[in-house]
Each structure stands twice: as C-alpha cells, then as structure tokens.
C-alpha cells in the first residue's frame, strides 16, 4: 500500500446523509474517497427511527452536490413541499445515493472504525506528524491508511443517560431492561411494549416530544395506557418552542399539540425533576425518584439527548470544547445555553478544524451534545471541507445557507400530515417580512428568544445524612 498523502484516499466514516453528501462533494472534486459503514447498508441510524417524521420538509434534506449526480442519473425529485418520514429520507434519497456507480464501489458496509491515529506517530510525536498519512483500524483488525479523514458517524449509538449529572443516576445501569432510548416505534413494531402501560419520558427535545404525542395517541386507542413527562426545568415552554411563530411549520406543530396535550391531562407533567434514582419493584415495575418525588411506570423513554463518542481518535491532536466535545471554534455559536437551531450560523472549514491537519468532525457529531442542528448545516459543512481538501480555500471559506427568511407559519397540523401548505387550517400566512425577518444565512427561526437550556433548573439542596457521612449524586 502506497504511503504517498496525495495517492491515498479520504476515509469518511459513517453513510449516513451528511457521509453521502462528502461523497458526492468528493466525487464532483474527483478526490479518491473511501466510505465506511458499521451498518449493513445505507443510513443504518436513519432507518431506526425510519417511522419518525421529519419537521423539515424535502428542499432542506437534500445535499446539492447530491442532488446534481442524482439528477444526471434520472433520479426523479420528491415534492420539495413534502415532509418524508426518516424510512422514506433513507429509501427514496440516500439508497438511491449509495447505489450510484460513482459511490456505490467505494462504500464498504459492516465495517466498524476501531481507532484512527497517524501511521507510526503517537499523539505525543511531532517530528514527520503531517506528512504522515492517517492510520483507520476496523473492528476487524484490518488497517486502511488516507490523506484525510472525514468522521461523519454521527451520536445515535451515544445516547446520554437518564441521571441528571452526567452519569448514570443510581440503579439505572441494573434497570436497564425497563429503559428505552429516544424514539421507540410506539404506534409500530414497539407497540406492545406501551400498550396498556404506564410509560415516563425524561427529557424536554424534539425525541422527546414526538415520543410523548405517539404515547398520547396511543392512550386515545387503547386503554388503561397512561403517560408521564419529567422535566428538569421548571417549565415546558422551551419544548413547546415557538408553535405559531416557528418558520418550520411542522416542528412548531409539535408544541402546540404538545401543550393541548398537557393542557387536557392525556400527559402527566412533572416540573423540576431529576433523576437520581432508578430502582425495579417487586411487582415489576420501576421507580424514578428525584431524592423528594417518586414515579412508578411500566417503561421508561431516556430521551435526555445524545454525546460524541471521540474514544476512536484519542491518538488524534483534537482542540475539543470542554463543556460541548465540539472544536473550540465553534462552540460558542451552538451553545444551547445561548442559541436554538434557529440562532446558528452557518460555519465551515475553519471552525471544524482541529491542531490534527486534515481531520475534521462533521455533521451531528461535530456539535458534541449541543441538540442545535440541522441537516442543510451538515451538508453545508461537508461543501466547506471538501472544498478545503481541494485547495480550494475561497469556495471552502464561503459558508452559506439558503434558508428562508420569512413567513410565519400556522402549526396545527397532525403529526401523520406529510405536507403544510397554504390552506386555511394550517400552512403559511401572508406577514410582511419585517415582522417575521431572519438574519441572513442563519438557521430556521424557532420563535424563541435565547438558548435551548437558558432556562433555570430546580436545584435539589445538598443534605448531610445522619453519622456525617457524605450524601451520593444527588443532581439538578
């Protein structure tokens, strides 16, 4: 194997829809390109929660570069206006994608990225660093060398845990056969599990909410199913989002049946709580406590988020943030703590890299923990880097969005309904751009002021059991 950087592929890890869009900005480029996927095929993550539906309809999903070979390939465009299902995204989009003849050769499935370090040079190692080529060893003990590696793997198999300090609350590891992670097939092939049952979503996200409108829906068809919502802020506003004002029409759509939801009793909301404990009963059910209030339930739904997993490139020279696990650069304009998806920027090349020339993070995983993102930003940064690895340092530098700017939209729609258009009942409405103006080339206005997790938390006081000793993990 040649060791020469400019004959050596790039390795992009992970095909899911910010991997394939790489390839085909890599393809147009003409750089030589190699995809690896732990899964057995195309969008293996996508298509696990393949029954959940998108807020963002088709014109935001699709990569341009992507798009283009599609096209010359005869490939027939999607209504733009439609909002496809994460089943119809991977089936009618990215299998298409990965089939094409100019990817399809250099796509290799079910294989998994071990490490990825520099051949012969340790982290420590300086000497001979960057013209070194990178070192990707698989699950499988083989070794591929590249010129530059693109890890596009996403957070999906790093789920964040229930305990609201960062690690497991008490007992949670043990009652892990009564937790669920974020977006069970509720109304689907996961039904029996909730049917009848009296299932707790934790967490206040996206994941969240959808889970807890499946789990309502249910409740309406089959009885004796209950639902209850635990939330560490001391209110729902910031799931509820912006409803009416959110310029996605059907991301505001989730809040408001949310709130009509809560507002009727079909969901349980419980405010300020943090789990500290998780504990089986002995009539089979589980307990959450939060050091004051208890919750019994049949299931539990973890939708508390997802973390990056950077133990492949421990070798690697990586500049991480030390709150988000994103690069240093740009955490400050993703920070959920001052913005929603509605408030980031568009970045590039620049703000993804890192002191290990020719590595970059990109799509969910360069976010770290922030849940600020959106595709047409993963595709956007897949254009930038590439472009960099071209030496096209103008193209990559030249970071953009074509977002829409105005338009509030009406978000009483059913979460089955597949399109919002301009209909009196949902869709649209004719306001003037100066009451609804998105600054140039950010993200889709949510309707909400300030960052996702700007609001405060209830604190559980610290308190000093009896003998002295020091209490355990109680968190806010």
Same mark, same amino acid.
Request: proline share 6%; charged share 20%; glycine share 12%.
């Given at each position: 194997?040649?060791?020469?950087?400019?004959?050596?592929?790039?390795?992009?890890?992970?095909? @899911? &829809?910010?991997?394939?869009?790489?390839? %085909?900005?890599?393809?147009? !480029?003409?750089?030589?390109?190699?995809?690896?996927?732990?899964?057995?095929?195309?969008?293996?993550?996508?298509?696990?929660?393949?029954?959940?539906?998108?807020?963002?309809?088709?014109?935001?999903?699709?990569?341009?570069?992507?798009?283009?070979?599609?096209?010359?390939?005869?490939?027939?465009?999607?209504?733009?206006?439609?909002?496809?299902?994460? @089943?119809?995204?991977?089936?009618?989009?990215?299998?298409?994608?990965?089939?094409?003849?100019?990817?399809?050769?250099?796509?290799?499935?079910?294989? !998994?990225?071990?490490?990825?370090?520099?051949?012969?040079?340790?982290?420590?190692?300086?000497?001979?660093?960057?013209?070194?080529?990178?070192?990707?060893?698989?699950?499988?003990?083989?070794?591929?060398? %590249?010129?530059?590696?693109?890890?596009?793997?996403?957070?999906?198999?790093?789920?964040?845990?229930? #305990?609201?300090?960062?690690?497991?609350?008490?007992?949670?590891?043990?009652? %892990?056969?009564?937790?669920?992670?974020?977006?069970?097939?509720?109304?689907?092939?996961? =039904?029996?599990?909730?049917?009848?049952? =009296?299932?707790?979503?934790?967490?206040?996200?996206?994941? %969240?909410?959808?889970?807890?409108?499946?789990?309502?829906?249910?409740?309406?068809?089959?009885?004796?199913?209950?639902?209850?919502?635990?939330? !560490?802020?001391?209110?729902?506003?910031?799931?509820?989002?912006?409803?009416?004002?959110? $310029?996605?029409?059907? *991301?505001?759509?989730?809040?408001?049946?949310?709130?009509?939801?809560?507002? $009727? #009793?079909?969901?349980?909301?419980?405010?300020?709580?943090?789990?500290?404990?998780?504990?089986? /009963?002995?009539?089979?059910?589980?307990?959450?406590?939060?050091?004051?209030?208890?919750?019994?339930?049949? *299931?539990?739904?973890?939708?508390?988020?997802? *973390? &990056?997993?950077?133990?492949?490139?421990?070798?690697?020279?990586?500049?991480?943030?030390?709150?988000?696990?994103?690069?240093?650069?740009? $955490?400050?304009l993703i920070d959920p703590n001052q913005h929603s998806c509605g408030t980031v920027p568009p970045?590039?090349?620049?703000?993804?890299?890192?002191?290990?020339?020719?590595?970059?993070?990109?799509g969910m995983k360069s976010y770290g923990r922030a849940p600020t993102f959106l595709m047409a930003?993963?595709?956007?940064?897949?254009?930038?880097?590439?472009?960099?690895?071209? @030496?096209?340092?103008?193209?990559?530098?030249?970071? =953009?969005?074509?977002?829409?700017?105005?338009?509030?939209?009406?978000?009483?729609?059913?979460?089955?309904?597949?399109?919002?258009?301009?209909?009196?009942?949902?869709?649209?409405?004719? /306001?003037?751009?100066?009451?609804?103006?998105? &600054?140039?080339?950010?993200?889709?206005?949510?309707?909400?002021?300030?960052?996702?997790?700007?609001? &405060?938390?209830?604190?559980?006081?610290?308190?000093?059991?009896?003998?002295?000793?020091?209490?355990?993990?109680?968190?806010?």
């Open positions: 194997m040649t060791n020469r950087l400019d004959d050596l592929p790039v390795v992009v890890i992970g095909a @899911g &829809p910010v991997g394939l869009a790489a390839a %085909a900005h890599l393809t147009e !480029r003409g750089l030589p390109f190699t995809i690896l996927e732990a899964g057995d095929g195309p969008a293996a993550a996508v298509r696990q929660w393949g029954h959940m539906r998108l807020f963002s309809p088709w014109r935001y999903n699709i990569d341009p570069a992507a798009r283009r070979l599609l096209a010359d390939a005869g490939w027939v465009v999607p209504d733009l206006d439609v909002l496809p299902t994460g @089943g119809q995204l991977a089936a009618d989009y990215l299998q298409p994608l990965a089939d094409l003849p100019a990817l399809k050769p250099h796509i290799r499935y079910s294989a !998994r990225v071990a490490a990825v370090t520099r051949l012969g040079v340790d982290r420590v190692r300086t000497a001979g660093r960057e013209s070194a080529p990178f070192l990707v060893r698989l699950a499988s003990g083989e070794d591929l060398h %590249a010129r530059a590696v693109l890890d596009a793997s996403g957070t999906w198999t790093a789920p964040n845990v229930l #305990g609201a300090s960062g690690i497991p609350a008490h007992g949670e590891t043990a009652a %892990a056969a009564f937790i669920e992670h974020a977006l069970p097939d509720v109304l689907g092939t996961d =039904r029996d599990r909730f049917a009848g049952k =009296r299932t707790l979503v934790v967490g206040a996200g996206h994941s %969240a909410a959808n889970t807890l409108l499946f789990l309502a829906e249910l409740a309406d068809q089959e009885p004796g199913t209950s639902v209850v919502w635990a939330i !560490r802020s001391a209110s729902p506003a910031r799931t509820y989002g912006g409803e009416s004002a959110d $310029a996605l029409p059907a *991301r505001g759509a989730i809040g408001t049946r949310l709130r009509a939801y809560v507002e $009727a #009793g079909t969901i349980e909301l419980v405010t300020g709580f943090s789990v500290h404990t998780v504990a089986s /009963t002995s009539d089979g059910r589980v307990e959450v406590s939060d050091g004051t209030r208890t919750i019994v339930a049949d *299931r539990i739904v973890s939708a508390t988020g997802f *973390r &990056p997993d950077h133990t492949l490139t421990t070798e690697l020279r990586l500049d991480l943030d030390p709150i988000l696990g994103s690069t240093r650069a740009l $955490a400050p970045h590039g090349v620049d703000e993804l890299a890192h002191p290990e020339p020719g590595f970059y993070a990109i930003t993963g595709y956007e940064q897949a254009r930038s880097v590439v472009a960099a690895l071209a @030496g096209d340092w103008t193209t990559a530098r030249d970071v =953009r969005l074509d977002l829409p700017e105005t338009g509030v939209c009406s978000s009483n729609a059913s979460p089955d309904a597949d399109r919002i258009d301009g209909a009196s009942d949902g869709g649209c409405c004719g /306001t003037t751009a100066s009451d609804t103006a998105v &600054p140039a080339g950010r993200g889709l206005a949510t309707g909400i002021s300030g960052g996702l997790l700007s609001a &405060p938390l209830t604190l559980l006081p610290v308190t000093t059991p009896a003998g002295g000793e020091q209490a355990g993990g109680c968190c806010g």
